[in-house]
């Protein structure tokens, strides 16, 4: 059985949207995309790598895909270890409006999410990653089915755009399992969902 890994960029203050461009999602009158950019170092890429050494196939929401579909089906060096996995291994899109994927070997789920990510996850050899998709992320850790999340904190904040942990999330407890910092100064941690909070008092 496959675990559920969700790797996700966010500000200091929380915000995912657009981390990727200008174009990338301008909904809600967003004009900041692209603010992680100026932060792609070699320690980002060779951690991004590392992600992606793991993979055995991906859960993708509809945004991010068709994000990923533009752009990833036109790199075909085999030696690239981000297309190569992009393009030749499954890709599951949480969607109930996408019909006809163009994109090889994409499958889409548009049934009950708990019961269609449940069964991915235990045919999955290896990890079923999640990239972005921040709506579908916080769907998923509401349904307590994802295992390990990398978050990748830049120093930049936005005061605006969609926020990871809302108003309202599940309350979960996480265990710290790596960590390290860029020298570009990105914050990347990992953690596992360790259940519920526990409380006290000082």
Known sequence: MG???LTTFVTLDGVYQAPGGPQEDTSGGFDQGGWSVPYGD???GRFVTEVFDRVGAFLLGRRTYD??????????????PIASKL????????????????????TVIAGDLAKEVTALKERTDGELQVHGSGALA???????????????????????????FTEGSLPTAFRHTAGRI????????SYDLAGRPEYGSY
């Open 3 to 5: 675990k559920l890994v």
């Open 42 to 44: 070699e320690d980002f």
């Open 67 to 80: 994000i990923f579909a533009s752009y990833w089906p036109k790199m075909t060096d085999p030696a690239d």
């Open 87 to 106: 393009n030749g291994l499954p890709k599951y899109v949480a969607s109930s409006t996408l019909t006809d994927p163009g994109w090889a070997h994409t």
């Open 138 to 164: 916080r769907s998923l850790l509401a349904l307590d089915l994802v295992d390990t999340v990398h978050l990748m904190t830049f120093p930049v904040v936005l005061g605006a755009g969609r926020r990871l």
């Open 182 to 189: 860029t020298a570009a100064g990105v914050s990347i941690q």
